[in-house]
């Protein structure tokens, strides 16, 4: 499928501050992550003219590596170096490119769990979400994805957790993924095939159904315009770019959305409660080979202690497993040892907030994260929780990936860990973020109305993981398609 | 003073923690220089001018203590100083550590395994 960049390109050669306002749309989708790629799929679909702006390139997902230094560099937001500042800060990603995130992810699918759909519904007065409610369109994205278990054995690191868990007596699972799977050649290699990511699957939907895609712009500002708006951006080769549109959907990802809503003056509960799975890592040696370069995406989480804990495997590249042992430096010689060793994770559903805020003259948004001293302890007694799964596994060595970690070999040790993970020495990461503009009809804390309709703004949208009303506690595109799906049917009338 | 500021430390970082003493790491460890430099580049814009000057920071405060800035240093002392400051009680000293520590190995070994 070819894509339909070059087909909006400003005619003739323009100069670095040469302006096109050519652009014309009935919908505006800003943004082309699952919340958009979805949006514009259905839009175009229904007989709309719709055009799709996105501030990354638009790349094959084939284009590099999968979880590679090509692919940070090509394909996530500022290289990667995204961190939400506090008194623990936490590394983020996000991605920036056709699919948004969906482009570099694992595919991990979940569907918003019961309980949780439930707490929106009383908390956020979230109308029309129940699980019953919900049920058609978890269901419509699992096949439009190709949501599937592996058709083989998982990776040996993968089942080594479930193992563990097994052992304690734990509730550890396959999660399926997005993800069509040819079968294996001969046998000995795990199945491969080709993750469903937007570039895959909605994107081409929404472009063989008339939608208009401008990759490589980022739109920098919204401003009323008659009863529609108008969006200004800059392309990535500077040339200024002026759109009117009767209807605008945002769906920038859950730290850009609120960025460029509050650039254009839309503040009302927007980027005051940005939520995310913060998780510390731990690096274990075993007595035998579990990791290899054909690995693949670990599949099984442990969701004995959910939703406060979860537990999983991490992509254990030889790069990521020397990464994993920086806080370990006397242990250079760990890393030549890969293939016997794999990086873990704990994740929280943390109390924790965040806010996003645009700072007056630069263009990146400043993100800060408070962790509360519930969501340190309950880290600590992940790490404590998690090491004794791996051990159980028969972990022979363990490396807690936070500073001044000690090393561990034996169950008796964990007792050496700390009941409250150091905040200053934390090193806490996360490719979870949502909630900065949640959803549902309690105007005190929601941005948007049960629909994704921003309040007071007239042809306004949300849909993306901003819309999320709190942490979901699992991965959360599966939440994000479904609800973007749910919303653009009810703004089509369809619902 | 930058750009060599952030040589020396990539150097550093990778016989450190990436070689041991053991090997030499030129000409490998330019390319990760060239990117670690690409990633400052990166990074987003209101953190840029503090990492330089928290960067120049590093070099220069060890003319007090050595008698010449970072980048002049042999290499164990070198390695002295990136250790001073990792265990330093300051945490923007630990992370600007960990910073670069990160980006150096993390870039070491992408290309080792590219290399392979
Ligand atoms: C490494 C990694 C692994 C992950 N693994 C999983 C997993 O296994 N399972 C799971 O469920 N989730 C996973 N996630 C999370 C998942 O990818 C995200 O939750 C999801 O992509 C969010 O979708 P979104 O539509 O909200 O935003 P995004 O996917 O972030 O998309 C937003 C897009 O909008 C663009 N944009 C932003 N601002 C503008 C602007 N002003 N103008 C134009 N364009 C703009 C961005 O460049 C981006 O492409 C992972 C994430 C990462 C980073």
Redesign the interface.
């Known amino acids: 499928m070819a894509f339909d960049e070059g087909a909006l390109s400003v005619s003739g050669h323009k100069g670095r501050h040469a302006v096109d306002s050519g652009f014309r749309t009935e919908v505006l989708v800003i943004g082309s992550g699952p919340g958009g790629a979805i949006t514009a799929a259905y839009l175009a679909e229904a007989g709309r003219s719709v055009l799709l702006v996105e501030e990354g390139p638009n790349l094959a997902l084939e284009s590099c590596e999968p979880f590679s230094l090509d692919e940070m560099v090509q394909k996530y937001r500022n290289g990667g170096l995204t961190p939400a500042l506090g008194r623990a800060k936490v590394a983020y990603v996000e991605g920036r490119c056709v699919g948004g995130g969906s482009e570099i992810n694992s595919g991990l699918y979940h569907r918003t769990p019961a309980e949780v759909l439930a707490r929106w519904g009383s908390e956020f007065q979230l109308q029309a979400a129940s699980s019953a409610e919900m049920e058609a369109h978890f269901q419509a994205g699992e096949r439009d994805v190709s949501v599937s278990y592996l058709p083989g054995p998982a990776p040996a690191a993968s089942l080594k957790l479930h193992e563990g868990a097994v052992k304690l007596g734990w509730k550890s699972m396959e999660v399926p993924r997005w993800f069509r799977h040819e079968v294996a050649a001969d046998g000995t290699a795990a199945p491969r095939g080709v993750r469903q990511s937007m570039t895959k699957t909605f994107v081409p939907r929404a472009l063989a159904a008339g939608a208009r895609l401008l990759a490589s712009t980022r739109v920098l500002r919204l401003r009323r315009d008659g009863g529609g708006w108008l969006a200004t951006g800059e392309r990535a080769d500077g040339v200024r770019v002026e759109i009117r549109a009767e209807h605008v959907f945002v769906c920038g990802g859950a730290v850009q959305t609120p960025a460029l809503l509050r650039r254009s003056g839309i503040t009302e509960n927007i980027g005051n409660s940005l939520q995310l799975h913060p998780t510390v890592k731990i690096a274990a040696g075993f007595g035998e080979e579990v990791n290899s370069r054909e690995m693949g995406v670990p599949v099984h989480q442990v969701k004995q202690f959910s939703p406060r804990l979860s537990f999983g495997c991490s992509i254990s590249s030889a790069p990521f497993l020397a990464l994993g042992l920086i806080d370990h430096p006397s242990r250079v010689e760990a890393a030549a040892h890969w293939r016997r060793m794999a990086i873990y994770y704990a994740m929280i559903t943390p109390e924790g907030r965040g806010t996003v805020r645009t700072l007056p003259g630069f263009r990146d948004p400043l993100v800060r994260y408070r962790l509360t001293d519930t969501d340190l302890r309950n880290l600590a007694d992940g790490v404590r929780k998690l090491g004794e799964a791996l051990l159980a596994a028969e972990a022979t060595i363990l490396f807690p990936a936070f500073g001044g970690a000690p090393v561990i070999r034996r169950q008796d040790e964990l007792q050496r860990l700390p009941n409250v993970l150091p905040a200053a020495r934390s090193n806490l990461m996360t490719i979870h973020l949502f909630s900065s503009c949640p959803m549902g009809e309690n105007r005190r804390v929601c941005a948007a109305d049960s629909f994704g309709r921003v309040f007071g703004q007239p042809n306004l949208y949300i849909a993306d993981g901003s819309l999320l009303c709190t942490a979901p506690g699992v991965n959360p595109q599966g939440s994000i398609m479904a609800f973007a799906r749910r919303n653009v049917l009810k703004f089509l009338g369809k619902s | 003073m930058f750009r060599d500021t952030v040589s020396a430390l990539c150097h550093t970082v990778v016989e ?3 070689l ?1 003493g053991i090997g030499s790491a030129a000409p490998e460890a330019n390319s990760v220089v060239q ?1 670690v430099l ?2 400052h580049a ?6 840029r001018a503090p990492v330089v000057v928290l960067t120049l920071m590093f070099d220069l405060q060890c003319i007090l203590k050595h008698g010449a800035p970072f980048r002049r240093l042999d290499c164990d002392q070198r390695i002295q100083h990136v250790r001073d400051w ?1 265990l330093s009680r300051l ?1 923007f000293r ?2 600007f550590v ?1 910073l670069y ?2 980006l150096a ?10 290399c392979q």
Do not use: I, N, T
């Open positions: 450190e923690r990436c041991a990117f690409a990633q990166r990074m987003p814009d209101f953190l990792r945490g630990r992370d960990r520590e990160s190995v993390l870039g070491w070994h992408s290309m080792k395994e590219r």
